[in-house]
């Protein structure tokens, strides 16, 4: 066997199989043990094939405000696209996410509400609950971190960490505003990075430089809640999780992900390991969360990034309450058998799901079900900036699907994903993504060949004759494309599927435009059917492949041929041939109005009015 590596670069090499492992890298030594282990298996070329069981969980978004583009594609979205997919290639797939609802952010929100947070919370919740539908975003159960559920969870996983010699008790010093007579989580005090000199560093890391920080390092900190600088250290008593003696048995389960996980995971998590990890601080002077369940802490609630991970463990136990007679959450998380786990974040919430999390669960003993493939995402900016609600800068997605359509905004945000570095939203692109690939290609190719066939032929599906090496051509073309967008889909590389997708649909105006069977049909009718025929049966199989990136344009592309979505087929061995004809000819359809409309310059400078584009 040709060993596995990485070049300098940081790109992942091919694995050749050519015979039994060699003894030189730890990568051969591994590879049949992690095979075993993570209960997946690989081409090797580096892309995971999936098992039947699929469990996916979206980063938990925090209950306070609205979530914006910059959420959306940062983890939300990419892991309902992948879930729809996984779903359609024949996978049982879990896929579950829900509000963090404990924490500062939720008394601070409250409080300038004034509303009492349990109130702050439900109004919430149910808010971000619809916009996501509204996104179409396709949760097995969409929950919430402060379940019952949750806390029975968190109660039992700390008890285990404790009985087996993870935690531990420390006095701190703590920032303490006077002016708002409160402790100040981390994330709640701002000030300058003593390593990076950027002025706006979180009191728990600095994203500009990622170093993790304690707030007692800022450099002229302030209250983010009330913007005063009278801050004082103050002594108190918390409970940490004693990462460095789980380092050992961390470090051993992080090189198991280095052939698998993506560059900006890995190197994120490896980057913690190297600084040397530290105890992290469970617990907070807070009263809204779980109260810690430990004598002589009982005053204290547990830390939101303690309980929220956990949360999925959580939540999945409450959608599975609900359901007693038809889910068993243990399937999914406690000795689990034939489960990838994939979880989709944004890069600042990497660091606490592979290193905080998994030693989490890895302290407890217990057999839990830690994730196989960690994607994260960098940063989407708005017109090279940050969103801001109270600076009117940016489209948040409750105002997005009242402009436009869902799918337009999945189709943009897909196709611009910040997988390797961060992506920059503006108008200009937006705009014209829309009018050129959803309208100048998908929408106008349906439009095009319903309308033609309806008004040279009929509005059914010709009969048409045999197939000439053109159209052979076009099948293979198609096939070899759609195999591409399935690899590429496989591997979670979402910019490449979306435009692998769209060079499919390209292929059906190639094709079209080469046959050119408005000017065939004066000569030989049935030569014309054929061409039609076999692009009604494109318009379906664009539909099928489309559903998981535009689920309302593929049902409505459906809908012309009376068909729904539950008539689609499997995705598992695809084959373009065989899908090619089946809409039997006499199928009726109608062309009816067009899938998308083009967006105006007017509209454009409106939008950017309205949103602070300009």
């Not at 008539?567 to 009816?592: C, D, R, W, Y």
């Amino acid at each position: 066997m040709r060993h596995h590596g990485r070049s300098q670069g940081g790109t992942q090499k091919s694995l050749v199989i050519s015979g039994k492992p060699c003894d030189k890298c730890f990568f051969c030594l591994r590879f049949w043990e992690n095979i075993s282990k993570l209960r997946v298996w690989i081409n090797f070329k580096g892309v995971y094939k999936q098992m039947s069981k699929v469990l996916i969980t979206s980063a938990l978004p925090y209950i306070n405000g609205v979530p914006h583009l910059g959420h959306m594609v940062g983890c939300l979205l990419p892991s309902d696209v992948y879930a729809r997919y996984m779903r359609m290639m024949g996978n049982e797939v879990l896929y579950i996410c829900g509000n963090d609802e404990h924490g500062t952010a939720s008394e601070v929100g409250a409080l300038k509400e004034n509303m009492p947070v349990q109130e702050y919370c439900d109004k919430y919740h149910a808010r971000h609950a619809k916009t996501y539908a509204d996104f179409n975003l396709s949760f097995d159960y969409f929950g919430r971190s402060s379940s019952e559920q949750n806390k029975e969870m968190t109660y039992h996983i700390f008890e285990q960490l404790d009985k087996n010699g993870f935690i531990a008790e420390k006095t701190m010093k703590q920032v303490f505003s006077v002016d708002d007579n409160m402790f100040l989580a981390d994330r709640y005090i701002t000030g300058t990075c003593p390593h990076c000199g950027y002025e706006k560093a979180r009191g728990d890391q600095c994203e500009n430089c990622t170093k993790v920080l304690e707030p007692t390092d800022l450099i002229n900190p302030r209250s983010t809640v009330s913007g005063s600088t009278n801050l004082e250290v103050r002594e108190t008593k918390h409970l940490f999780l004693n990462l460095p003696k789980i380092e050992e048995k961390l470090v051993e389960w992080l090189k198991t992900k280095e052939a698998f996980w993506p560059d900006v995971a890995y190197s994120i998590a490896k980057k913690w390991v190297k600084e040397g990890l530290q105890p992290r601080c469970i617990t907070r002077d807070l009263k809204w969360g779980f109260p810690v369940n430990k004598a002589g802490f009982e005053n204290k609630v547990f830390y939101v990034w303690f309980d929220a991970p956990i949360g999925y463990i959580g939540i999945t136990k409450q959608w599975a309450d609900e359901k007693p007679t038809e889910r068993d959450w243990k399937e999914w998380w406690l000795d689990a058998k034939d489960v990838r786990y994939v979880e989709f974040m944004g890069k600042d919430n990497v660091p606490y799901h592979s290193i905080t999390f998994p030693a989490t669960l890895l302290g407890t003993g217990e057999n839990w079900t830690k994730v196989d493939y960690l994607k994260g995402f960098s940063y989407l900016t708005f017109e090279g900036g940050k969103f801001s609600k109270s600076e009117h800068r940016g489209v948040f997605a409750e105002d997005a699907v009242a402009e436009f359509p869902a799918d337009y905004w999945r189709y943009w945000l897909m196709a611009n994903a910040p997988e390797a570095s961060d992506a920059s939203f503006t108008f200009e692109s937006f705009v014209g993504t829309i009018n050129k690939d959803l309208n100048g290609v998908l929408g106008n190719f349906a439009q095009r060949v319903m309308k033609m066939t309806a008004s040279k032929l009929g509005s059914f599906v010709p009969e048409g004759g045999e197939l000439l090496a053109e159209d052979e051509e076009m099948i293979a073309t198609v096939q070899a494309r759609v195999n591409d967008y399935f690899k590429y889909m496989d591997a979670l590389e979402f910019r490449k599927a979306v435009a692998e997708l769209r060079a499919i649909w390209v292929e059906g105006n190639n094709y079209i435009t080469k046959t050119e069977p408005w000017q065939v049909i004066k000569e030989d009718e049935k030569r014309a059917a054929t061409i039609l025929r076999l692009c009604l049966n494109l318009v379906r199989i664009y539909a099928i492949l489309s559903a998981p990136l535009l689920p309302q344009t593929a049902e409505k592309m459906l809908a012309k041929f009376g068909l729904k979505p539950e008539n689609m087929p499997t995705l598992k061995n695809f084959n373009v041939a065989e899908q090619i004809t089946a809409l039997k000819s006499g199928t009726p359809f109608e062309a009816g109005e067009a899938l998308f409309e083009r967006i105006t310059p007017e509209k454009t400078a409106e939008l950017q009015e309205k949103y602070g584009g300009k």
